[in-house]
Structures are given as C-alpha cells and as structure tokens.
C-alpha cells in the first residue's frame, strides 16, 4: 500500500476514483451474499454488486456486531463475475479497508449498515488507493465525507427496511442544500460551511458546481422498479439495490426489472411493461414504527 | 441546421460526452430506442459496464438497428463501448457468456485486461494516427480493455508501451481509454471530422 506522494499524483488518483464511480451511473448495485447470488445479479445486468454476509434486513432481525465480511466469501464473488466487486467496512475501521483494499474490491462503502468502529472519525479516505463511498442524510454530511476523499455519495435510507421514504428525505435534504448554496453571495459561504460544519473548499466547489463534486447514488430500502424510477427522477444517478431484491418473492427477474427501471425511469410506459410480471416484493418494516435505537442512519455523523 | 450526435444512454458515463460535445458547441440526444437512431448523424457508445450495456441492447432490441446504423455512419465507443464495436472476447468461457459485443470493428479484446480498480492509471499514449503526426494525449484508463489482436483492415491509431490502445476502421473508432474523463477535446473533435 503505497501512499501517493505529491498533489498531482493525488488530484490523479482521485480522478480514477471518481472515474469509476462515472461509469457505474445509470445502473443498479446489488447486495448478494454468495457467488450464487453475484451470478444472477450480474445476469441481470448489475453494474456492480456489494458482497456482504448478511443482506441489512437480515442484519436487523439477527442482531449482534455486524462486522466486514469474511475475505474469503468475497474473493470467491470476485472470481465468479466480472463486474466490480464492492464490499463494506465498518464505520472508521481503517484496518477493514486495508483488508479490503489488499484483497483488490473495486469499491469500499464505509457503511452505517454495519456496527459503527469509530464513534468519533470516518476513514481518511485519501490515504488508500481504492475509492469509497460512504452514506449521508444531507449536505453537510455528504461534503464531510468528500473532504475526506469519498468518490461517490449515497443517501443513507434505511437500509434493510424495504421503506424507501428516508431515502427519499435524504436526497430531498441534499438537493435542497445546494439549491440554498446556489442562492448564497460569496461573502456568506463560510458561514454556509459553518453551520453545515462543511469544509469550506468542497462546499464552494458544489456551489460553483450546482451539484456534488462526486456522482451522488440513491441507497436504502429500495424494493420495487417504481422505487428505482422515483430516486432517478429525484436526483439520483444510480441506485443500490440491498435487501430489496434477495429478500423478495423471485429475486432474478425483480433484479432484471430494477434495472431496467433504471434505464427507462422517466418512461412509465416502459416501467409497467418491466412491472408486469413481478412476484411479491420485500415485506418491509415501516420505518415511522421503528424505534429510534433500530434505525441505522443514525450511525455516523 | 446538422443533426446532433446521438450518446447511447443505456448505462454509463453518457453525461461526461455530452459535456465535451457541448464544450464543443455541438448539441447531443439520448439514444435509448431503435427509433431513435433515424434522428442523428453519428453515434457515441460511452464507458460504463459492458456486461450491463449487452444485456439492455438485447432487451431492447437494439442489436440490429445498431448494426445497421454502424453499417452506414460513424460510431466511436469508449472503454465498454470498445468493447461492444469488437468483433471478439477474448479469455471468456464461452458457454458462460459475459459479453455479447456487436461484431462491427475487427478486433479480440480482452475484459479487465489490466486488473481491478487499484490497477486504473493515467498514461501519455502515442495517438499519430487519430491525432497529428508525433502528438500524445494523456489518456485515463479505468478497469480497461487490452486489444490483444486487431484484423487486417484496422488501423491502429493510438498506441501505449507499443500496445494498441485506439483502433479505426472507417467511420468507426473505438479506444480502451476514457478522453471523455479529461478535458482535453481533441478525440472528440477528431470524432466530430468523421461525423
């Protein structure tokens, strides 16, 4: 694990970051939990999939330390398809990283789904070769995360829930907060950054930018092709795609038809032709019923 | 009035072409059904993932008619796009497909050819076919493709560490690099003189 040396090598390296993050927009990113499941995901048409022991619904009902998953489980994803292999590390579990980053995923997500390491600092993400993407509720939280050296943003929803109305508030909060940027004179953005305790530079480079600086994808709880079409048309340039298709009816021709979604979610003709045939979605849990001790978007900051 | 240029806008980096042609001053469309092929004068199959951007040109029904508008207008892929203008994969388990590329420009290219994201670089390559005589261009590669053989009637345009890295024939250019990634609009203006 080199550390790259100097600006320019750095400015580069995070343009392959990011670079990746380009070529996974308008697509789907599955969670699956065996080289079986990856298979079927990637013939689909999953633009990458998420490699992890336990889908977040499942995560919810077992409880425990829900942790990275075994290295094991997912070279053998990465021999089985050819698409980018992602994996998630706890919350500033540095160490998970390096695992993850010297066993070659494509892809970290620092992720609220699991048991948070750090209750104070995320990952300086700059450090490691490998491009992350981390969750996040609103601005504030999404320019934390970048001035870290996140390469993608995600709304953070309510993973495992099958609900997806946190993840629509979260990308609402995000959109909303750059529109009020956009508004704002140059004499008033470090106040803006102050009290959306957002480094400055990366919130004058969005405002400029009329967008984030990195591609910005929708996650949690995520379960039926009209979920996949609401998020794109609220902003979103991907979606991943968690419980909501391996906790279904008939997970190989749902994960078809979220994809398609995707590509079509503009055309509601297209979106009943690829809906019309579907078995039952995920049962779900309303996220309004949760406690607040069981929802995970709480988890960092 | 020229008519615009067409991105296929199944999955992928569309959004990063479509800036360099409007850099350009050149207007674009989404191309994401047969019909709408008939509208443009040329044809952009952007990086993304190859396995995905197969799998919907099939769904569609897009294989045909993209063959058939290649047949008679020029058509630049990028990384995936590379890919689905091959004739050939090369390292694949055939009965296990991966890809299935579109025929149109002579050449085996093999997926991944370089390694994982970690491997991804930025390089200078020789581009003294596509570009002047003797001029480089300092080219992205992500996840790319290695061109491992290339038919009698493609040139080979673009080259790095000796291997090529861009490849023509006709109105069709395809590269295993990503010039929509950078800022640099010389490939895209090279693509707009074909169109």
Redesign the interface.
């Known amino acids: 694990m080199e550390t790259p040396r100097n600006d320019q090598e750095l400015q580069?390296l995070f343009?392959?970051k990011v670079?990746?993050a380009?070529?996974?927009?308008?697509?789907v990113i599955m969670d699956v939990t065996n080289a079986e499941q990856a298979k079927i995901a990637?013939?689909?048409?999953?633009?990458?999939v998420m490699a992890l022991e336990r889908i977040p619904s499942d995560i919810r009902k077992m409880g425990g330390i829900a942790r990275m998953s075994n290295p094991g489980m997912i070279r053998e994803i990465q021999q089985t398809v050819?698409?980018?292999v992602m994996a998630k590390v706890r919350i500033g579990h540095f160490a998970e990283a390096q695992i993850l980053?010297a066993l070659?995923?494509?892809?970290i997500d620092e992720s609220e789904v699991l048991t948070p390491a750090d209750n104070q600092n995320h990952i300086y993400k700059h450090d490691f070769?490998?491009?992350f993407v981390c969750g996040c509720r609103n601005l504030g939280e999404a320019l934390r995360r970048i001035g870290e050296g996140a390469a993608m943003m995600r709304t953070k929803g309510e993973a495992g829930s099958g609900d997806v109305v946190e993840a629509v508030t979260h990308m609402r909060e995000v959109t909303e907060g750059i529109r009020r940027l956009q508004t704002l004179r140059k004499d008033e953005m470090m106040a803006e950054a102050k009290r959306l305790g957002a480094p400055y530079h990366v919130l004058v480079e969005t405002a400029e930018l009329g967008r984030l600086p990195v591609p910005n994808f929708a996650a949690g709880g995520v379960a039926t092709p009209a979920d996949a079409a609401l998020m794109m048309q609220l902003g979103a340039e991907t979606v991943f795609v968690g419980s909501g298709i391996f906790a279904s009816e008939d997970p190989a021709p749902r994960a078809?038809a979220i994809?398609?979604a995707?590509?079509?979610h503009d055309d509601p003709a297209k979106l009943v032709e690829v809906s019309l045939t579907l078995g039952e979605a995920m049962k779900g849990r309303a996220v309004n019923e949760m406690d607040e001790s069981e929802k995970m978007a709480g988890r960092g900051w | 009035m020229t008519a615009p240029v067409g991105l296929l806008a199944l999955q992928g980096d569309f959004e990063k072409h479509r800036q360099a042609f409007a850099a350009l001053g050149r207007s674009t469309v989404r191309v994401r059904r047969p019909a709408e092929l008939a509208a443009i004068c040329g044809l952009v199959i952007p990086g993304g993932e190859s396995t995905t951007l197969s799998r919907l040109i099939d769904r569609i029904g897009l294989r045909e008619p993209l063959r058939e508008f290649a047949a008679a207008h020029p058509v630049m892929g990028t990384c995936a796009g590379l890919i689905m203008l091959a004739a050939k994969m090369d390292g694949e388990d055939p009965t296990d497909f991966g890809v299935r590329p579109l025929g149109l420009l002579d050449c085996t290219v093999q997926r991944n050819g370089y390694g994982r994201q970690i491997d991804s670089f930025t390089a200078p390559v020789r581009t003294d076919g596509m570009l002047g005589k003797g001029e480089d261009f300092s080219a992205v590669f992500i996840r790319a493709p290695l061109i491992v053989e290339v038919g009698p009637l493609v040139e080979v345009v673009a080259t790095h560490e000796g291997r090529p890295v861009a490849v023509r024939s006709g109105g069709l250019l395809g590269m295993t690099f990503h010039p929509e990634l950078t800022s640099d609009l010389r490939i895209h203006q090279a693509f707009l003189d074909l169109v």
């Open positions: 580069e343009r392959h670079g990746l380009e070529m996974l927009k308008g697509g990637e013939n689909a048409g999953a633009v990458a050819s698409i980018p980053e070659g995923v494509d892809f070769k490998v491009p078809k994809v398609d995707v590509t079509f």
